[in-house]
């Protein structure tokens, strides 16, 4: 009985399958949260179509002024880094990839869809850094290849 | 006389010449001085937010906006404010990353709340709104001119008519001066018997202006005539229509000179100066003949009656037409509010100064027009200083020992709030009046940080390590007397209470502030250590490598102590200090733009673990009396005194904000009070009105914590059958071998003695 309910166990541990959750799209989480969270969320995802419509400066004002809403937003950090890969400066990338992962951690957030950003941004830097990132890149891959198949991830996906 | 004749005229030809010299110099060289203005961070207003906690009317008041009655064409520029619903008509505005555009807007409004925003007349709902940011300073030159440069395209016509009208009729054609206007001037002063009517056109006024000095002699005025028809010969109508509009005087805001058309429209009316209506216009346009005499804030009504006789001109030279004149007469005098002071920005104004010297000196900044988008809020600025100054003069009262009839040997204070986040500086009040004292206090002391430096001994101890860490939040340490040999001499530390406790949980030696216990265990674990943790947090000063560094004897300054504490605030990833988001040129180019930056710098469950000391100090400890007024939600603090109750300190962090308040005297003497009588109350004001007194969001706990049920009286696992337990946090790994009931005190990791069914329970708390 304690073997078969140690399996059992042992078997929730494990998460789900890879790529069987769906990508992370920010529309989605568009209404959850408290106000403040709503309020930075639509910012991130207006600055992504500024992005989209390659309006650079003004997407990087919409993703400070989520943060200046909501400093705790996780996924206003994930914008931020894929719009610094984006723009050719990978060490703030990675940053702001540090920033969501602390962030999504602390929040009990990190699914799957997410780890895919995660990995798939971090590897992107790395890559761009000149170091190596393959091993992440695969990982999103795996993970939502919908998003990483081509080894970017632009801003409608992420929106 | 044929000869004097001559020799007359080659003196009269290298006079104009050398006129002509100074005109082309001067108008072509002439740069127009505008000073580097600093603008607050933007407000953003969004569905759910209390607007009556942000203060939305008094901003759009403080931006020049006009409540008006409820409406169906309202302008741009006023709003209307119902109980339930508020329609705002926002104006356009320039920032640097994304120019908003001219929006008109309704709220609908649930008591204090804001339910929803939607765009007029589309209904299209919108997610937030950004009101313009707010300025809160400039940095003049000797003469300190205030001026917003602006084009002539720019210029509204009826704005220039008003001035035409008024000042030079005749201006579009005449060659400089104005033969016609100088005859009637003349036969009116004669029949006055003295001078009751000036002939200068708007050429010669400028000449007068951007040339000579202001002397009346007939040498000077036919200087400045013969000036006026180079300046006409040379340059065209626009250009010295533009300059003049850029450079008139228009009277006085404080001790600033008020210039150009573009500056009055700000500070008289709030506004750019593209939007000046007719009536407006037409006042700027009245006050020019004696702007100080005619302000519209000392006589509203000599003002409006001059305003109306510049419209009766326009209507005379048929520049309006009957219905506009009508109209614009029936307008009443509406000037802006005069903008309150922020909570002296001043200090914060001189650090971005000295950060902004490395590259732009005093000249530039004071003549370039450099727009400076800051962090600040302004609100939290205000708030700020409201808080130092009246905590301040609280303590005064109740303690009078503490006041001194010599301002300059008063009591000081500092406070300085942080977003951990981002390190962005929100307020920054570096001393109690900027006015006797600019020393600021929070940036440029150096003070002992008393017990506010202890957490990071206990960083220090609870980091995971090779072996592990030296402690867990379960280990007991102990508070008896103590003797640590020193090149000085032995140094016997003691506590406040002057008790030894004897061995002590973990939390309690921080809750309570024991000194004794903590100096142990920086003792045990080695000072180099806890300086290693305090430069990773982001202490910059000094360190001595001496025992008594553990309860704070390093002096610091209060902006190194909240960065420290941003960076356990946001999980052991600590930001680089912001003061600037970006800084734009006079032509509106960017010239730098902000990014954040940040490293992890300690891990997140050391981070957390601390973080829940500090809950522990605000919520049992010596920092309990921070919610006595009412705050509610996640509050992490420290309170610190240094020897001698020299410095006073209060730190305290919740998920969004760092906030530091420091106060002592600058030549220290004891205050004797301790923190949480003199600092506390101040931090705890500051973050109630900040908040509401509802603090947002949760301090979150980190994957690789784990939560279990301790025994508090030896730190043991409770498992069933202890006789009490408390839950406890413990980094992966780490949770302690004892068990209760049965088991030993947990001491230092590694004093425990190894059981079988703790390796069994570990892994199957794991599973879970």
């Given at each position: 009985m304690i073997a078969l309910g140690?399996?059992?166990?042992?078997?929730?541990?494990?998460?789900?399958?890879?790529?069987?959750?769906?990508?992370?799209?920010?529309?989605?989480?568009?209404?959850?949260?408290?106000?403040?969270?709503?309020?930075?969320?639509?910012?991130?995802?207006?600055?992504?179509?500024?992005?989209?419509q390659g309006r650079d400066s003004a997407a990087l004002s919409q993703y400070q002024r989520a943060i200046q809403v909501d400093s705790t937003n996780p996924y206003a950090y994930l914008a931020l880094a894929r719009h610094e890969i984006d723009e050719g400066d990978p060490d703030r990338a990675l940053a702001y990839v540090d920033q969501a992962e602390a962030l999504l951690d602390a929040q009990g957030a990190l699914t799957p869809g997410v780890e895919a950003h995660l990995?798939?941004?971090?590897?992107?830097?790395?890559?761009?850094?000149?170091?190596?990132?393959?091993?992440?890149?695969?990982?999103?891959?795996?993970?939502?290849?919908?998003?990483?198949?081509?080894?970017?991830?632009?801003?409608?996906?992420?929106? | 006389m044929l000869a004097a004749a001559f020799v007359a005229g080659w003196m009269a030809a290298g006079w104009v010449v050398g006129l002509d010299r100074i005109v082309r110099s001067r108008f072509e060289g002439h740069k127009f001085r505008v000073p580097s203005r600093v603008y607050t961070a933007p407000t953003i207003v969004y569905p759910g937010l209390d607007w009556k906690l942000i203060d939305l009317e008094g901003t759009l008041r403080r931006l020049g906006y006009r409540r008006a009655r409820a409406t169906k064409q309202l302008p741009a520029g006023q709003y209307v404010w119902g109980s339930s619903r508020a329609r705002i008509h926002l104006r356009a505005f320039d920032h640097p990353s994304r120019s908003e555009p001219e929006r008109d807007v309704?709220?609908?409004?649930?008591?204090?709340?804001?339910?929803?925003?939607?765009?007029?007349?589309?209904?299209?709902?919108?997610?937030?709104?950004?009101?313009?940011?707010?300025?809160?300073?400039?940095?003049?030159?000797?003469?300190?001119?205030?001026?917003?440069?602006?084009?002539v395209d720019a210029i509204p016509r009826h704005l220039i008519d008003a001035v035409l009208a008024v000042e030079d009729q005749r201006f579009e054609s005449h060659p400089g001066i104005d033969l016609r206007r100088i005859a009637g001037a003349f036969l009116a002063n004669l029949r006055a018997g003295g001078i009751r009517q000036g002939a200068s056109t708007l050429t010669q006024q400028l000449v007068k202006n951007f040339f000579l000095t202001p002397e009346r002699t007939f040498r000077r005025k036919a200087q400045e005539a013969v000036m006026a028809l180079l300046v006409e010969a040379r340059y065209g109508k626009r250009e010295i229509l533009q300059a003049y509009l850029n450079e008139i005087y228009l009277g006085q805001r404080g001790a600033t000179a008020v210039h150009g058309v573009g500056e009055a429209a700000r500070v008289y009316f709030g506004k750019a100066g593209r939007d000046l209506t007719l009536a407006e216009s037409a006042l700027l346009a009245a006050i020019i003949q004696s702007p100080n005499g005619l302000s519209p804030y000392r006589d509203p009504e000599r003002a409006k009656r001059r305003r109306d006789l510049v419209l009766e001109l326009m209507r005379k030279q048929e520049r309006i037409d009957d219905a506009e004149f009508r109209e614009a007469t029936q307008v009443p005098i509406d000037l802006a509010v005069v903008t309150p002071d922020p909570?002296?920005?001043?200090?914060?104004?001189?650090?971005?100064?000295?950060?902004?010297?490395?590259?732009?000196d005093s000249e530039v900044l004071s003549s370039e027009g450099l727009r400076v988008y800051s962090t600040l809020d302004y609100r939290a600025q205000q708030l700020a200083a409201k808080s130092l100054r009246e905590g301040i003069e609280k303590l005064e009262k109740n303690f009078p020992a503490l006041a001194h009839e010599d301002p300059r040997q008063s009591l000081q204070g500092c406070l300085i709030a942080l977003r951990p986040q981002t390190g962005e500086i929100l307020a920054l009040v570096g001393g109690r009046d900027y006015g006797v004292s600019q020393f600021d206090?929070?940036?440029?002391?150096?003070?002992?940080?008393?017990?506010?430096?202890?957490?990071?001994?206990?960083?220090?101890?609870?980091?995971?390590?090779?072996s592990g860490p030296e402690i867990t939040l379960a280990s007991f340490i102990d508070d008896g007397p103590l003797e640590i040999d020193t090149p000085s001499g032995p140094w016997k530390p003691n506590n406040f209470d002057k008790e030894f406790h004897g061995r002590v949980p973990v939390r309690q030696a921080l809750e309570r502030s024991f000194n004794v216990a903590t100096a142990r265990l920086a003792h045990e674990i080695g000072i180099p250590r806890v300086i290693d943790v305090a430069r990773r947090l982001g202490i910059t000063s000094s360190l001595p490598d001496v025992p008594s560094l553990a309860l704070g004897t390093a002096e610091v300054s209060p902006m190194?102590?909240?960065?420290?504490?941003?960076?356990?605030?946001?999980?052991?990833?600590?930001?680089?200090?912001?003061?600037?988001?970006?800084?734009?040129?006079?032509?509106?180019?960017t010239l730098e733009r902000r990014r954040l930056r940040f490293e992890r710098v300690l891990d997140a469950g050391t981070a957390y673990l601390v973080t829940s000391m500090l809950?522990?100090?605000?919520?049992?400890?010596?920092?309990?009396?921070?919610?006595?007024?009412?705050?509610?939600?996640?509050?992490?603090?420290?309170?610190?005194?240094?020897?001698?109750?020299?410095?006073?300190?209060?730190v305290g962090f919740t998920p969004e904000l760092v906030a530091v308040v420091w106060l002592g005297f600058d030549t220290p003497r004891s205050l004797g009070i301790p923190s949480s009588v003199g600092a506390m109350p101040i931090w705890r004001d500051f973050v109630k009105e900040m908040t509401g007194g509802r603090i947002r969001g949760a301090f979150l706990k980190p994957a690789d914590i784990q939560q279990v049920d301790v025994d508090p009286a030896t730190g043991a696992l409770a498992l069933a059958g202890c006789p009490d337990r408390r839950p406890e946090f413990f980094l992966e790994g780490t949770l302690p071998d004892a068990i209760c009931p049965g088991g030993a005190v947990v001491g230092r990791r590694g004093d425990?003695?190894?059981?079988?069914?703790?390796?069994?329970?570990?892994w199957l708390r794991k599973q879970l």
């Amino acid at each position: 009985m304690i073997a078969l309910g140690s399996l059992a166990i042992g078997c929730v541990g494990m998460g789900s399958l890879p790529g069987s959750d769906p990508s992370l799209r920010l529309t989605d989480l568009g209404a959850a949260g408290d106000p403040a969270r709503r309020a930075s969320l639509r910012l991130c995802i207006e600055g992504l179509n500024l992005d989209e419509q390659g309006r650079d400066s003004a997407a990087l004002s919409q993703y400070q002024r989520a943060i200046q809403v909501d400093s705790t937003n996780p996924y206003a950090y994930l914008a931020l880094a894929r719009h610094e890969i984006d723009e050719g400066d990978p060490d703030r990338a990675l940053a702001y990839v540090d920033q969501a992962e602390a962030l999504l951690d602390a929040q009990g957030a990190l699914t799957p869809g997410v780890e895919a950003h995660l990995s798939g941004l971090r590897g992107a830097a790395l890559m761009a850094q000149g170091g190596s990132g393959a091993l992440h890149l695969d990982r999103a891959r795996r993970l939502d290849p919908h998003s990483w198949g081509d080894g970017h991830l632009d801003a409608a996906e992420l929106r | 006389m044929l000869a004097a004749a001559f020799v007359a005229g080659w003196m009269a030809a290298g006079w104009v010449v050398g006129l002509d010299r100074i005109v082309r110099s001067r108008f072509e060289g002439h740069k127009f001085r505008v000073p580097s203005r600093v603008y607050t961070a933007p407000t953003i207003v969004y569905p759910g937010l209390d607007w009556k906690l942000i203060d939305l009317e008094g901003t759009l008041r403080r931006l020049g906006y006009r409540r008006a009655r409820a409406t169906k064409q309202l302008p741009a520029g006023q709003y209307v404010w119902g109980s339930s619903r508020a329609r705002i008509h926002l104006r356009a505005f320039d920032h640097p990353s994304r120019s908003e555009p001219e929006r008109d807007v309704v709220l609908r409004l649930s008591g204090p709340i804001i339910e929803e925003i939607r765009q007029l007349p589309s209904g299209r709902e919108m997610g937030a709104l950004l009101l313009q940011p707010e300025q809160i300073g400039a940095y003049y030159g000797l003469n300190r001119e205030q001026r917003e440069l602006i084009r002539v395209d720019a210029i509204p016509r009826h704005l220039i008519d008003a001035v035409l009208a008024v000042e030079d009729q005749r201006f579009e054609s005449h060659p400089g001066i104005d033969l016609r206007r100088i005859a009637g001037a003349f036969l009116a002063n004669l029949r006055a018997g003295g001078i009751r009517q000036g002939a200068s056109t708007l050429t010669q006024q400028l000449v007068k202006n951007f040339f000579l000095t202001p002397e009346r002699t007939f040498r000077r005025k036919a200087q400045e005539a013969v000036m006026a028809l180079l300046v006409e010969a040379r340059y065209g109508k626009r250009e010295i229509l533009q300059a003049y509009l850029n450079e008139i005087y228009l009277g006085q805001r404080g001790a600033t000179a008020v210039h150009g058309v573009g500056e009055a429209a700000r500070v008289y009316f709030g506004k750019a100066g593209r939007d000046l209506t007719l009536a407006e216009s037409a006042l700027l346009a009245a006050i020019i003949q004696s702007p100080n005499g005619l302000s519209p804030y000392r006589d509203p009504e000599r003002a409006k009656r001059r305003r109306d006789l510049v419209l009766e001109l326009m209507r005379k030279q048929e520049r309006i037409d009957d219905a506009e004149f009508r109209e614009a007469t029936q307008v009443p005098i509406d000037l802006a509010v005069v903008t309150p002071d922020p909570g002296d920005a001043r200090y914060f104004l001189d650090l971005l100064r000295r950060q902004l010297s490395s590259v732009y000196d005093s000249e530039v900044l004071s003549s370039e027009g450099l727009r400076v988008y800051s962090t600040l809020d302004y609100r939290a600025q205000q708030l700020a200083a409201k808080s130092l100054r009246e905590g301040i003069e609280k303590l005064e009262k109740n303690f009078p020992a503490l006041a001194h009839e010599d301002p300059r040997q008063s009591l000081q204070g500092c406070l300085i709030a942080l977003r951990p986040q981002t390190g962005e500086i929100l307020a920054l009040v570096g001393g109690r009046d900027y006015g006797v004292s600019q020393f600021d206090r929070c940036t440029q002391a150096r003070r002992q940080s008393g017990s506010v430096f202890k957490p990071f001994v206990y960083i220090a101890a609870l980091e995971p390590r090779g072996s592990g860490p030296e402690i867990t939040l379960a280990s007991f340490i102990d508070d008896g007397p103590l003797e640590i040999d020193t090149p000085s001499g032995p140094w016997k530390p003691n506590n406040f209470d002057k008790e030894f406790h004897g061995r002590v949980p973990v939390r309690q030696a921080l809750e309570r502030s024991f000194n004794v216990a903590t100096a142990r265990l920086a003792h045990e674990i080695g000072i180099p250590r806890v300086i290693d943790v305090a430069r990773r947090l982001g202490i910059t000063s000094s360190l001595p490598d001496v025992p008594s560094l553990a309860l704070g004897t390093a002096e610091v300054s209060p902006m190194e102590i909240a960065r420290a504490y941003a960076t356990i605030a946001n999980g052991g990833v600590r930001p680089e200090l912001q003061s600037i988001e970006d800084l734009v040129d006079g032509d509106g180019t960017t010239l730098e733009r902000r990014r954040l930056r940040f490293e992890r710098v300690l891990d997140a469950g050391t981070a957390y673990l601390v973080t829940s000391m500090l809950e522990g100090v605000a919520d049992r400890g010596t920092a309990a009396g921070v919610r006595n007024t009412g705050l509610r939600g996640p509050i992490a603090a420290k309170t610190g005194t240094s020897d001698d109750e020299h410095d006073l300190w209060f730190v305290g962090f919740t998920p969004e904000l760092v906030a530091v308040v420091w106060l002592g005297f600058d030549t220290p003497r004891s205050l004797g009070i301790p923190s949480s009588v003199g600092a506390m109350p101040i931090w705890r004001d500051f973050v109630k009105e900040m908040t509401g007194g509802r603090i947002r969001g949760a301090f979150l706990k980190p994957a690789d914590i784990q939560q279990v049920d301790v025994d508090p009286a030896t730190g043991a696992l409770a498992l069933a059958g202890c006789p009490d337990r408390r839950p406890e946090f413990f980094l992966e790994g780490t949770l302690p071998d004892a068990i209760c009931p049965g088991g030993a005190v947990v001491g230092r990791r590694g004093d425990e003695s190894p059981r079988i069914r703790r390796r069994f329970f570990d892994w199957l708390r794991k599973q879970l």
